[in-house]
């Protein structure tokens, strides 16, 4: 009987919540919608990166250039890199009357390469 209870109790307490949250009212102006489209490719980006990262990890478990000196520059020669290598490519595509993704501009590229090398780094490390 206690547990029936419970559970009537968390099902009205959920509706509830639901109902308060979804009350409130969200933003709809543009520049927020796409603030939040830019935060949901970027993770996407870096959460791809970083998986990709690993898995170059595995299938090379080597390091490409030995370091010498410092452990983990590719950390900051790998976003620069990408990044310009995107901001390039996303450019290019606008120039030639095609839509550009957020992934192809310098941010884009730097987030997906700071993922890739982060990802390596850890299996490597």
């Known amino acids: 009987m206690l547990d029936l209870l419970w559970l ?4 009205l ?8 949250l979804d009350s409130i009212p969200k933003s709809q102006h543009p520049r927020e919608i796409q603030r939040r489209r830019r935060e949901r490719e970027s993770t996407g980006a870096f959460l791809v990166g970083l998986t990709l990262g690993f898995m170059s ?35 290019w595509r606008t120039r030639h009357g095609k839509r550009g993704s957020a ?15 982060i990802g390596r780094l850890l299996v490597l490390a």
């Open 57 to 91: 990890g595995w299938a090379a478990p080597q390091r490409m250039i030995p370091a010498r000196y410092f452990q983990g520059t590719s950390i900051v020669f790998v976003p620069v890199l990408l990044g310009a290598a995107m901001h390039y490519w996303g450019k």
């Open 13 to 20: 307490c959920s509706g509830l919540l639901d109902g308060l």
């Open 103 to 117: 992934v192809a501009t310098w941010y884009g590229g730097g987030v997906f390469g700071f993922g890739l090398a």
């Open 8 to 11: 009537v109790l968390d099902v």
